[in-house]
Nanobody, 115 residues
């Protein structure tokens, strides 16, 4: 599976962005898809997951502001980010995980929130 993330950029405090991650390869619908992020000097942290069946989970820091979704027909996962804060600034990575816990990573897209 190859993953290509896009949609990052510079946004002001309180603004919104939508990230996309397009996946190549087969069986996209069987993968758990997730977003992670990594700020400078910090460890990579999990943001949200959407399961193959559509169930979603979110980190407490983004719950209520971010929405993860997937379009299996387009092999794409999205992250809608609203009410953005400077602490949300990071490189955002797309992740795919198979049921056998094989994981794939995209190249990352930069999100910068100015105050």
């Amino acid at each position: 599976v190859q993953l290509q993330a896009s949609g990052g950029g510079l946004v002001q405090l309180g603004g919104s962005l939508r990230l996309s991650c397009a996946a190549s390869g087969s069986s996209f619908g069987l993968y758990y898809m997730a977003w992670y992020r990594q700020a400078p000097g910090k460890q990579r942290e999990w943001v949200a997951t959407v399961a193959a069946g559509g169930n979603t989970n979110y980190a407490a820091t983004v719950e209520g502001r971010f929405t993860i979704s997937r379009d299996n027909a387009k092999n794409t996962v999205y992250l809608q980010m609203n009410s953005l804060k400077p602490d949300d600034s990071a490189v955002y990575f797309c992740n795919a995980r198979s049921c056998a816990w094989v994981m794939y990573w995209g190249q990352g897209t930069q999100v910068t929130v100015s105050s």
